[in-house]
């Protein structure tokens, strides 16, 4: 059989990220999930789930956009679970503005979260896996926005492109350290993200009707559910996926093609 991995998922107390642990643990590998503050009794009930498939969990809470929180999460899962296989840096906000409206705050704290949270990750994992001398597996949360903009999330938009093109130059500089570098590039999925049912209320109560009506999209919202994207991530976490790095990949019901 084949050794045990060791995982670390960034927001992971709910939604996608969540959705990859439970995944993951069924694949033999121990899973340390990360959130911020106030996720506590969540990210617990995540670790109980993965314990419950026999594997490790560890709950670590910390702010992605905060460098030494990141460094010491990786240390963290290093200290406990003995390395660092495979880093999924998933966390990420959403938050409503245009080029005219969007807020000094909005840009920057979506930027911190989304940007500066995913370069800290893959640096980190990095430097981890260059040591350890076995390769790797670091995966970043874009989004289809990342390749389309959506209207009225100007600043989440910017930051998924941004996390395509980090994770393209990434694959290129780790390639030579037999570390895969790619990212999920997700439609609607839905999470607390997209439907929330006391904001859904005030719209007419469909999941996604409050982001339908921000984002004036006319077509209206289709989503999937979270595990259409952990399955992903478990094919690009397998051995058998090697020759893939780089991308971003598209799992969206065919909105859009590229
Ligand atoms: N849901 C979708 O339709 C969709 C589509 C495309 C991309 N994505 C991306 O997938 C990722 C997961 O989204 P989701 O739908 O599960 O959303 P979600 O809001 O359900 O979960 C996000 C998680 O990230 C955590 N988080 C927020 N800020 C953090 C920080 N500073 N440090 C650590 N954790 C933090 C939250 O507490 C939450 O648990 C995000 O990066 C999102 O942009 C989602």
Redesign the pocket.
């Known amino acids: 059989m084949a050794a045990t991995r060791f995982a670390l998922i960034?927001?992971?107390?709910?939604?996608?990220?969540a959705a990859i642990a439970l995944r993951l643990a069924d694949d033999n590998i121990d899973v340390a999930v990360?959130?911020?503050k106030?996720?506590e009794e969540?990210l617990d009930g995540v670790v109980k789930a993965i314990e419950a498939k026999g594997r490790r969990g560890l709950a670590i809470v910390?702010?992605?956009?905060v460098e030494e929180d990141v460094k010491g999460a990786v240390d963290k899962v290093v200290e406990v679970f003995g390395g660092l296989d495979i880093m999924v840096a998933?966390?990420?906000?959403?938050k409503l503005g245009t080029i005219v409206t969007a807020t000094t705050d909005t840009w920057k704290s979506t930027m911190?979260?989304?940007v500066d949270?995913v370069f800290y990750c893959y640096k980190y994992a990095a430097i981890q896996m260059i040591k350890q001398g076995r390769g790797g597996r670091i995966i970043g949360?874009?989004?289809?926005?990342g390749k389309r903009p959506i209207p009225n999330l100007l600043a989440?938009s910017t930051s998924?492109f941004a996390v395509r093109g980090l994770t393209q130059a990434a694959a290129q500089e780790l390639a030579q350290y037999n570390i895969q570098v790619n990212a999920?590039?997700?439609?609607?999925?839905?999470?607390?993200?997209?439907a929330d049912e006391q904001r859904d209320a005030k719209f007419g109560g469909e999941p996604g009707a409050f982001l339908n009506h921000a984002i004036g999209d006319s077509g209206g919202i289709k989503?999937a559910e979270?595990e259409v994207?952990a399955e992903l991530v478990a094919y690009m976490v397998k051995p058998q996926a090697y020759f893939m790095t780089g991308q971003s990949v598209c799992v969206n019901g065919g909105y859009f093609m590229d």
Do not use: L
């Not at 910390?62 to 956009?65: K, L, Q």
């Not at 998933?90 to 959403?94: I, L, S, W």
């Not at 949360?141 to 926005?145: I, Q």
């Open positions: 960034t927001g992971a107390a709910q939604g996608i990220g990360f959130d911020i106030g996720q969540k910390g702010d992605v956009s998933n966390a990420g906000v959403a911190g979260i989304n949270g949360a874009c989004s289809g926005a989440y998924k999920y590039a997700p439609g609607w999925i839905m999470t607390a993200m997209v989503g979270p994207i």
